[in-house]
């Protein structure tokens, strides 16, 4: 099991977090790359605003790639299966390594946007299918934990994408088209290491109707001494559900039975976007700065928010299921509330005494820290386990379409929020992390060592107003 984690992980959010985080160390080459490109193909300086323009399309063009990759990302894991879909993508990853790759040695930044908008798709795609696969495989009492692993390999994709872009390795002049293509290596490995893991049971038997498979699969996970248990709960669903056809997402917004379980994925998706965790990272080499930290050492700062999530993380996964998911999301949240608070203080009185900018550098690792504690790690954890095998897919196809769109719009409106409204900004976040931990909770009932259809029958009094 720990194993199937692994191989699904590394080519699946590894690559997210990858992604988003080498972009940043070769913002200058790049820019000095389309520079150079733009007079020798039109013998004349690219105007700064189009840099500014063209800069952007290739930052954002991987949020507009992400949002796709979440829309086909259920019907793939419905078609090939969940690990079909999972090894078919790296094909995607690989496709955009080396367009990404060669765009520097041929001139045509046009391929940058291509591969950029490629490792999008291949993003949206992993981030959708792989906390699908880990939730089928999980017997209930490690599925918690076992979920986990999506948020560990995301942070630990972050984490390495921030090691790689140092300039001493990859992040300097030479270096970057290089690390723009090195995102093939986890697909290789995944290529490699993912056939040897059976597909996921309940895809096999729910949605195949091919029991051998299914016991066979279950067999290799939980051993063949316990697989019996999990094998009657697979049936039981299978049972329940009646022969029903895997659905659509719009077919979701319509079933009534569903309808708690979907407005919690979509308030939980958007909360964990918007609750100001951008706004951090945004903040950091400013409160870096202001802590008295050189710009040469602020890279390295940074390295310790990267490894922050990835314990948090951790963590969390080692929590998860013996303290429950409720307890810990909606603590996450109201940290968050807290540090937002600290944050607003600290930042406004920076320069009345020389000891504020070490609360304010405090607050940013204690904020980072609840965020993985909670939000970050649970919303995928929960959006497996409040749905049964028919809606499952469309369900994550809905949160990952919501969290790509929330992510690039936070991405555009962000900077002028910021301008706006200074370091108030967090009052917005602190309004926001509230409001979802108080609706979590209302709404979202303790799912720990719960099956798909004991958590289906905990909502059906919100979704039906009865017993």
């Not at 985080?21 to 690219?46: C, D, G, M, V």
């Not at 009657?232 to 049972?239: G, N, P, S």
Request: aromatic share 14%.
């Amino acid at each position: 099991l720990f194993l199937a984690v692994c191989a699904v992980g590394i080519g699946g959010t590894f690559q997210y977090g990858y992604n988003v985080s080498i972009i940043n160390a070769p913002t200058q080459h790049i820019h000095r790359f389309l520079n150079e490109t733009w007079s020798s193909r039109y013998h004349k300086e690219l105007n700064p605003d189009l840099l500014t323009f063209l800069w952007s399309v290739i930052a954002s063009v991987f949020s507009l790639g992400g949002l796709c990759g979440a829309l086909i990302g259920g019907s793939m894991a419905i078609r090939l299966g969940r690990k079909g879909a999972l090894l078919m993508n790296n094909i995607i990853a690989i496709l955009a390594s080396i367009l990404m790759g060669i765009s520097f040695p041929t001139g045509l930044f046009e391929l940058l946007i291509a591969g950029r908008f490629l490792i999008g798709i291949n993003s949206g795609i992993g981030i959708c299918v792989q906390p699908l696969y880990i939730g089928e495989v999980a017997p209930k009492h490690l599925r918690g934990g076992m979920a986990m692993g999506t948020s560990i390999f995301l942070t630990g994709g972050i984490l390495t994408g921030q090691i790689i872009g140092l300039r001493e390795l990859l992040g300097g002049e030479t270096y970057w088209p290089l690390l723009l293509s090195s995102s093939c290596f986890p697909a290789f490995a995944q290529l490699l290491f993912l056939p040897w893991f059976p597909e996921s049971p309940r895809y096999l038997l729910i949605d195949r109707g091919d029991e051998l498979s299914c016991a066979k699969a279950l067999k290799r996970f939980h051993g063949s001494s316990e697989y019996r248990r999990e094998m009657e709960d697979i049936q039981r669903e299978c049972f329940a559900l009646d022969g029903e056809k895997p659905k659509k997402p719009w077919q979701l917004f319509t079933d009534r039975g569903v309808r708690w379980q979907l407005i919690t994925v979509i308030v939980m998706t958007m909360g964990q976007q918007l609750s100001g965790i951008n706004a951090i990272y945004f903040y950091a080499t400013y409160i870096f700065e202001q802590a008295g930290i050189s710009a040469e050492k602020i890279p390295y700062v940074t390295l310790g928010t990267g490894a922050c999530e990835c314990l948090t993380a951790l963590t969390c996964g080692l929590l998860i299921d013996y303290m429950g998911r409720r307890y810990l999301i909606i603590g996450g949240y109201l940290l968050m509330t807290l540090w937002s608070i600290v944050l607003t203080f600290s930042l406004s009185y920076q320069e009345l005494y020389s000891w504020v900018p070490y609360v304010s550098m405090t607050s940013v690792f204690a904020f980072i820290l609840s965020f993985g504690l909670g939000p970050g790690g649970i919303t995928n954890t929960l959006t497996a386990e409040l749905f049964t095998q028919s809606s499952r897919p469309a369900a994550f196809m809905i949160g990952g379409t919501i969290s790509w769109i929330s992510f690039f719009t936070i991405g555009m409106l962000f900077p002028f929020i910021v301008n706006g409204l200074k370091q108030y900004c967090f009052l917005v976040f602190l309004l926001e992390c509230s409001l979802v931990a108080a609706f979590i909770f209302l709404v979202i009932p303790e799912t720990k060592n719960k099956s798909f259809l004991e958590i289906k029958k905990e909502f059906h009094k919100l979704n039906f107003g009865r017993n």
